[in-house]
């Protein structure tokens, strides 16, 4: 047996214990030494009782064999050390304390923060107002006297009242004078893209206010105020320094390039007309509904103005306000909240999913609940599905979610007549080809399908003999629409003067008005054929004036082998003629959208800030600006997509994919078009609009 000592000494130094240590460990705690040892767990010398040091020794030998830790007994801490536990009043002091040091700053925040809104409002007051004072203002004579002229001897506003009140105006008197005819989609492209100085600008329109027709729909149930979709002309012309006219336009002289407007003179309605003269002449005039020759519109609600959501508006909650009467008929009740929409496009789906969330978040809450489950709504649609133009899965998507609405679809219908109390329609099965003759009883029916010419368009295509329809043509041009060619210039009008855009246009899509043009200029040869290098040299040619007609032309070599017939390389006036007239057929007219308005009106106003700045140069050499081809490329309409609301989710048709959803779908909507609102203050109100509608509901009252 090896002294205490000596036996410690040869231990690992890691395992070695103190003197004191194993001295103090006895034989009793052999066992309990071995168990802890087998179950590898720390040993405590400390808790183990005196025994052998030569027991010691084998524990320690097989712990390190092992690998247990051996852990030497903790130190004592002196009591002095020992942190001393808080009280349970000390705590609840100091908590206390936290809390309203908490609510001081957030009181203090929330008092600076308002101090500083107030005091900058107070700033904004003082710096606008102004005393009323005796400044002079300079008024042109012409402007409180103005001339008469022209093939009717009106009087002709060459100058305005505010045309000399102040330098800016006054510089843009020498400028080319351009007159804009609406005040929508299109016309506002324009003046978004105008360079301030350019053009002395004006708008006519018979509308004070510029109105975001897309969410029309949405103001005329209340989801949101139809203030917060207006904008007023004169505060998007005022950077422009120009001028607007309220008015409707009715006429046009284009020899003596006169425009003439129908303005209300007096408070009691007394209207006159007058010559507003113009060195370039922009038709935005938009469409009106297309009635197809149904009977009985005069009983349909259209929405296409501020005026027409305010209408519907008030029918809706009138009608909800008499079917609630305990004196109505369950009749009389079913027909009052029958409301039908005649046509399955964007317009009418959109109406239809805000009626029906209408009634069924708001209209269940604050009127009798009977009113809610007899209420019903239906769209009459004439093709396969609603929203035709879209994809077929964005169709089927929105039928089966108005499905779960209980919106009743009704397609391959056709309405025959509006009367006063129903809507009458023709079903035909498609199996048995039988036409079934139905009737809904309803007192509510919105006409949303197709579009016409504006009575304004329609005298601007009568003025015009080259201006083909439809109906005389077979080549694919509209009827409903005046005809450009690929740089928005009026067919037959005096070249660059005057322009059409939006609904009220159609770019031509025959490529037979240019066959002999584009065949001298591209039979080189003169052998009266065009071979294939003279064809892509054609191709060139019609792709530049008419561009949508390039998608049938990227494989020309493909096109070339079809339409030579007798197969000789070349292509004979009878065959290339033949090919021409194919693929105009085979172009279709833009549609009649907001998106294909902006960007005609942005592509025209972005191509009149290039022609003033050529015009310095054009006038220093004596060259005439009238052929603005020259200085600028055709229009090319770029497609970003289509959406449309469908009842707290949203569609979206997008080039090359469709994305459909729920919530996160129709914040994404309400994104787009929040950034599409025409001014800073529109954005704002439609913001608040929707945190209102979120917390309080739509508003109810009939105003």
Known sequence: MLPIRGALRQLPRTQTLG????????????????????????????????????????????????????????????????????????????RTLLVFK???????????????????????????????????????????????GGPKNLLIAKNHVDDQEDADKAATMKKPKLVIVGAGWGAMGILKTLNSGDYHVTVVADETFNHFTPLLPSAAVGTVSVRSLVESVRKLLRPLH??????????????????????????????????????????????????????GLEHCFQLKTIEDAQKIRRRIVENFEIASLPTTSPEERRRLLSFVVCGGGPTGVETAAEIADLVHE???????KLCANEASVSIIQSRDHILNTYSQSISEYAEKRFEREAVNVITNARVKQVTDHSVIYSVKDPKTDKVEELEIPTNFTLWSTGIAMNPFTERVTDLLPNQVHKKASPFGIPEDAITVDAHMRVKGAPLGTVYCIGDASTIETSLLPYLLDLIESADTNKDEKIDYDEWKALVEQVKRRVPMASMHLEKAREVFKQYDIDSDDALSFNELTEALVEIGKKITSLPATAQVASQQGKYLGKKFCKLAQQRRVMKANDVADEDDAVYAEPFKYEHLGSLAYIGNAAVFDLPG?????????????????????????????LMVDWVVRGLFGRDLSKL
């Open 19 to 94: 003197l004191h240590t194993a001295a103090s460990i006895s034989r009793p705690s052999l066992t309990q030494a071995r168990s802890l040892v087998l179950q590898k767990q720390p040993i405590y010398p400390h808790t183990l009782s005196k025994w052998p040091v030569p027991g010691a020794l084998r524990a320690f030998s097989a712990t390190s064999r092992i690998g247990v830790d051996v852990v030497p007994p903790p130190t004592p801490t002196p009591a002095s050390d020992v942190p001393k536990t808080p009280s349970k009043r000390r705590v609840y002091i100091r």
């Open 102 to 148: 908490g609510l001081a700053f957030l009181i203090g925040s929330a008092v600076v923060g308002v101090s500083l809104v107030t005091g900058v409002i107070l700033a904004h007051d003082s710096l606008t107002y102004s005393e009323p004072g005796n400044t002079h203002v300079r008024v042109h004579p012409q402007a409180l006297n103005p001339p008469r």
């Open 242 to 295: 120009g001028h607007f006219i309220h008015g409707r336009a009715v006429d046009l002289a284009m020899s003596e390039r006169l425009l003439e407007v129908e303005v209300v003179v007096d408070t009691h309605g007394k209207k006159q007309r007058i010559y507003v003269p113009y060195d370039k002449l922009i038709i935005a005039v938009g469409s009106v509904s297309a009635t197809y020759g149904v009977r």
């Open 362 to 368: 708001d209209m269940a809450k604050y009127y009798p």
């Open 657 to 685: 994919y469709s994305f459909t959803g729920g919530l996160a779908a129709m914040y994404a909507w309400r994104s787009v078009y929040w950034s599409e609102q025409v001014s800073f203050r529109t954005r704002t109100l």
